[in-house]
C-alpha cells in the first residue's frame, strides 16, 4: 500500500511538470506562414476529419502537402481523426478546413495540450510504472526511486509538451512491447512494437533488437519444437497487427505505395539542421553533401548503419536474454541516430528511451547520457522560447536523479562494468578507470553549461552565426558516439553478477 502512495506521488509530480512545461510557448507560436510543429499536429486533425481516408496522403487541392502534409504512419493519421472529433465537438472552428490553417487561441491551446496529456496517461505512464515496478531490480524504494527519475527526464517533457509533439505515443507503445518481452508474453509484446512502429516509423531504431531477441529465443528453443510454434505465431501476429493498422490503404497498391513515400522521403538529404550526429560532425571539415551525390549519401549511410548495429544484433541472437535486450536497444538506436539517413534532432528521444531503462543499472551512464541528449536539442528549445522550462527541468533531473539512484557513489569498476577496459588497454599501466569516468562527468556538465550560457548570453561573430548549435552538436555528438561505444563493450562483456546486484539492493 505504501508502495503505491509513493508510485501515485511520482506519476502526480510527473503530471505537474509536464503541465508546467506546457503553459509555456510552442513551436512556431505566432510565425507566419507555416507557423510550427503544433500548427502541424492541429492541421493533421483538420485533414483526417474533412477528406476521406484515401486523400490523406495525396496531394489535392484540398490537401496540401507542401503545408504540413501527413508524413507518419496511418496510427498517427488515426489519432489525430480522434482529436478532431473530440475538437470538432468543442469548436468546429479549430477543424475547418483551410480556414483553421494558424488558428491560435487560448481555450484551443489547453485542448491540444490536454490530447499530449492524456496520451500519456493511457499509454506512456502506465508502461513506466509497471516496468520499475516489475522488471526492475531492487527494493521498492529503489524501484520508486527508478520511477520518478524515469518521468522527470527532461527531453521528451520539453519535446511533447513544450516544443509539442506525441512522442510519448510511440515510445509508449514500445515501452509496452518491452514490458511484454520481459515478462514473457512475446505475442503481445510484437502486438505493442507493432503499433509503435505504425505510429511512427523511427521507431525502425528499436526493430532490430525486437527481431532479432525473439528470433534468438526461437533458435534456442529449438526450430523444430516449440521454437518454429513461437516463430509462426509471432509472424502471424506482426502480419495481422499490420494489415489491420494499413487496411483502408490495402484495396489499392497505388495508395499504399504513396503512404510508403510519404514516411520515407529521401529526397529530403542526409540531415537536416545541425544535429549531434556523424555527418553534421563531419560536415564542419568537409561539405558531404556537396563531395556525394544524393546516392551516394544514402548508400554511405545504410553502410555505416549496417556496420554500427550488426555487433550488437549478432551478440542479442546469440544471447537472448532481456539484459542484453536492453543493451542491444540503446545500441541500436544511438547506431541509427549517429550514421543512418535523414536524423532529427528530436531522434535522439529514441536513444533516450533503452537509457532509461537502464537507470537502475548503469545510474551515472544512463544519468549523463540523459542529460546530454536533453542539451543536444538546445537550440530547438531555445528558438521554441523553452530557456526557463530547459534550465529548471534539467537541473531538477540531474539533482534528483543523482541523489536517488546514488550515481556517484555507484562508481566502482565492478558496477560501471569496465573490467573490460583493462583488456582493451592492457599495453598501459593500470590506471583507476572509476575515477576517470567520475572526473569526465563532472567536466562534461561543466562544458555543457558553459556552452548553454555562452549559447544564451554571447551573440556569434557575424561571419559565424551558427557557431553555438554547431559546438553543441559536436559537443554532444561526442558524448553520444563514447555512449555508443561504452554501451557495445558492455554488451560483450559478462552480465551483471547475482552478487553485485544484491550488493546494490
Given at each position: 500500500?505504501?508502495?503505491?502512495?509513493?508510485?501515485?506521488?511520482?506519476?502526480?509530480?510527473?503530471?505537474?511538470?509536464?503541465?508546467?512545461?506546457?503553459?509555456?510557448?510552442?513551436?512556431?507560436?505566432?510565425?507566419?506562414?507555416?507557423?510550427?510543429?503544433?500548427?502541424?499536429?492541429?492541421?493533421?486533425?483538420?485533414?483526417?476529419?474533412?477528406?476521406?481516408?484515401?486523400?490523406?496522403?495525396?496531394?489535392?487541392?484540398?490537401?496540401?502537402?507542401?503545408?504540413?502534409?501527413?508524413?507518419?504512419?496511418?496510427?498517427?493519421?488515426?489519432?489525430?481523426?480522434?482529436?478532431?472529433?473530440?475538437?470538432?465537438?468543442?469548436?468546429?472552428?479549430?477543424?475547418?478546413?483551410?480556414?483553421?490553417?494558424?488558428?491560435?487561441?487560448?481555450?484551443?491551446?489547453?485542448?491540444?495540450?490536454?490530447?499530449?496529456?492524456?496520451?500519456?496517461?493511457?499509454?506512456?505512464?502506465?508502461?513506466?510504472?509497471?516496468?520499475?515496478?516489475?522488471?526492475?531490480?531492487?527494493?521498492?524504494?529503489?524501484?520508486?526511486?527508478?520511477?520518478?527519475?524515469?518521468?522527470?527526464?527532461?527531453?521528451?517533457?520539453?519535446?511533447?509538451?513544450?516544443?509539442?509533439?506525441?512522442?510519448?505515443?510511440?515510445?509508449?507503445?514500445?515501452?509496452?512491447?518491452?514490458?511484454?518481452?520481459?515478462?514473457?508474453?512475446?505475442?503481445?509484446?510484437?502486438?505493442?512494437?507493432?503499433?509503435?512502429?505504425?505510429?511512427?516509423?523511427?521507431?525502425l531504431y528499436h526493430?532490430?533488437?525486437?527481431?532479432?531477441?525473439?528470433?534468438?529465443?526461437?533458435?534456442?528453443?529449438?526450430?523444430?519444437?516449440?521454437?518454429?510454434?513461437?516463430?509462426?505465431?509471432?509472424?502471424?501476429?506482426?502480419?495481422?497487427?499490420?494489415?489491420?493498422?494499413?487496411?483502408?490503404?490495402?484495396?489499392?497498391?497505388?495508395?499504399?505505395?504513396?503512404?510508403?513515400?510519404?514516411?520515407?522521403?529521401?529526397?529530403?538529404?542526409?540531415?537536416?539542421?545541425?544535429?549531434?550526429?556523424?555527418?553534421?560532425?563531419?560536415?564542419?571539415?568537409?561539405?558531404?553533401?556537396?563531395?556525394?551525390?544524393?546516392?551516394?549519401?544514402?548508400?554511405?549511410?545504410?553502410?555505416?548503419t549496417l556496420l554500427?548495429?550488426?555487433?550488437?544484433?549478432?551478440?542479442?541472437?546469440?544471447?537472448?536474454?532481456?539484459?542484453?535486450?536492453?543493451?542491444?536497444?540503446?545500441?541500436?538506436?544511438?547506431?541509427?541516430?549517429?550514421?543512418?539517413?535523414?536524423?532529427h534532432e528530436k531522434?535522439?528521444?529514441?536513444?533516450?528511451?533503452?537509457?532509461?531503462?537502464?537507470?537502475?543499472?548503469?545510474?551515472?551512464?544512463?544519468?549523463?547520457?540523459?542529460?546530454?541528449?536533453?542539451?543536444?536539442?538546445?537550440?530547438?528549445?531555445?528558438?521554441?522560447?523553452?530557456?526557463?522550462?530547459?534550465?529548471?527541468?534539467?537541473?531538477?533531473?540531474?539533482?534528483?536523479?543523482?541523489?536517488?539512484?546514488?550515481?556517484?557513489?555507484?562508481?566502482?569498476?565492478?558496477?560501471?562494468?569496465?573490467?573490460?577496459?583493462?583488456?582493451?588497454?592492457?599495453?598501459?599501466?593500470?590506471?583507476?578507470?572509476?575515477?576517470?569516468?567520475?572526473?569526465?562527468?563532472?567536466?562534461?556538465?561543466?562544458?555543457?553549461?558553459?556552452?548553454?550560457?555562452?549559447?544564451?548570453?554571447?551573440?556569434?561573430?557575424?561571419?559565424?552565426?551558427?557557431?553555438?548549435?554547431?559546438?553543441?552538436?559536436?559537443?554532444?555528438?561526442?558524448?553520444?558516439?563514447?555512449?555508443?561505444?561504452?554501451?557495445?563493450?558492455?554488451?560483450?562483456?559478462?552480465?551483471?553478477?547475482?552478487?553485485?546486484?544484491?550488493?546494490?539492493?
Amino acid at each position: 500500500m505504501q508502495t503505491w502512495s509513493l508510485v501515485s506521488l511520482c506519476v502526480l509530480l510527473g503530471l505537474a511538470v509536464r503541465w508546467g512545461v506546457s503553459l509555456n510557448s510552442y513551436s512556431g507560436a505566432g510565425k507566419t506562414p507555416m507557423f510550427g510543429d503544433y500548427e502541424a499536429q492541429r492541421h493533421w486533425q483538420e485533414v483526417t476529419y474533412n477528406l476521406p481516408v484515401q486523400e490523406w496522403y495525396f496531394n489535392t487541392t484540398k490537401n496540401d502537402l507542401n503545408y504540413w502534409g501527413l508524413d507518419y504512419p496511418p496510427l498517427t493519421a488515426y489519432h489525430s481523426l480522434i482529436c478532431a472529433f473530440v475538437a470538432k465537438t468543442i469548436n468546429p472552428e479549430w477543424v475547418e478546413l483551410h480556414k483553421s490553417r494558424g488558428y491560435e487561441s487560448p481555450a484551443h491551446k489547453l485542448f491540444m495540450r490536454a490530447t499530449v496529456l492524456v496520451a500519456d496517461l493511457l499509454i506512456y505512464i502506465p508502461a513506466v510504472v509497471l516496468y520499475c515496478l516489475y522488471l526492475t531490480e531492487g527494493s521498492s524504494k529503489k524501484k520508486v526511486s527508478t520511477l520518478l527519475c524515469f518521468l522527470l527526464y527532461p527531453g521528451l517533457i520539453l519535446v511533447d509538451y513544450g516544443h509539442f509533439q506525441y512522442n510519448g505515443v510511440s515510445l509508449g507503445f514500445a515501452l509496452w512491447g518491452i514490458l511484454a518481452l520481459g515478462l514473457g508474453w512475446d505475442a503481445l509484446g510484437s502486438v505493442a512494437f507493432c503499433l509503435a512502429l505504425n505510429y511512427k516509423q523511427m521507431e525502425l531504431y528499436h526493430a532490430l533488437p525486437f527481431f532479432c531477441y525473439l528470433l534468438g529465443k526461437s533458435v534456442k528453443l529449438g526450430l523444430m519444437g516449440r521454437g518454429l510454434f513461437l516463430l509462426v505465431r509471432i509472424a502471424l501476429t506482426v502480419l495481422v497487427t499490420f494489415a489491420l493498422c494499413w487496411l483502408p490503404f490495402l484495396s489499392d497498391p497505388g495508395q499504399a505505395m504513396q503512404v510508403v513515400r510519404r514516411i520515407f522521403p529521401v529526397a529530403r538529404g542526409l540531415f537536416e539542421d545541425k544535429v549531434a550526429n556523424t555527418w553534421c560532425s563531419l560536415n564542419v571539415l568537409m561539405k558531404i553533401r556537396s563531395i556525394l551525390s544524393s546516392d551516394s549519401q544514402m548508400y554511405l549511410s545504410f553502410a555505416c548503419t549496417l556496420l554500427a548495429v550488426l555487433p550488437s544484433c549478432i551478440r542479442l541472437l546469440t544471447k537472448p536474454t532481456f539484459w542484453q535486450f536492453k543493451l542491444a536497444l540503446a545500441n541500436s538506436s544511438l547506431a541509427f541516430f549517429l550514421f543512418s539517413y535523414q536524423v532529427h534532432e528530436k531522434s535522439i528521444l529514441l536513444a533516450a528511451l533503452p537509457a532509461c531503462l537502464l537507470l537502475n543499472d548503469l545510474p551515472l551512464m544512463a544519468i549523463w547520457f540523459l542529460h546530454a541528449s536533453t542539451f543536444s536539442m538546445l537550440p530547438l528549445f531555445l528558438k521554441d522560447g523553452l530557456l526557463v522550462p530547459f534550465v529548471v527541468t534539467s537541473l531538477g533531473f540531474l539533482y534528483f536523479s543523482i541523489y536517488l539512484l546514488s550515481a556517484l557513489e555507484r562508481c566502482s569498476e565492478e558496477e560501471l562494468r569496465l573490467g573490460a577496459y583493462h583488456k582493451l588497454l592492457f599495453c598501459l599501466p593500470k590506471l583507476d578507470l572509476a575515477w576517470i569516468v567520475r572526473w569526465k562527468f563532472y567536466v562534461s556538465v561543466s562544458v555543457m553549461a558553459g556552452l548553454s550560457i555562452a549559447a544564451v548570453a554571447l551573440a556569434p561573430p557575424p561571419h559565424l552565426p551558427d557557431l553555438f548549435p554547431v559546438l553543441v552538436s559536436i559537443a554532444s555528438f561526442c558524448h553520444f558516439l563514447g555512449t555508443f561505444i561504452y554501451f557495445n563493450i558492455v554488451q560483450f562483456s559478462e552480465p551483471p553478477s547475482r552478487k553485485s546486484q544484491k550488493k546494490n539492493n
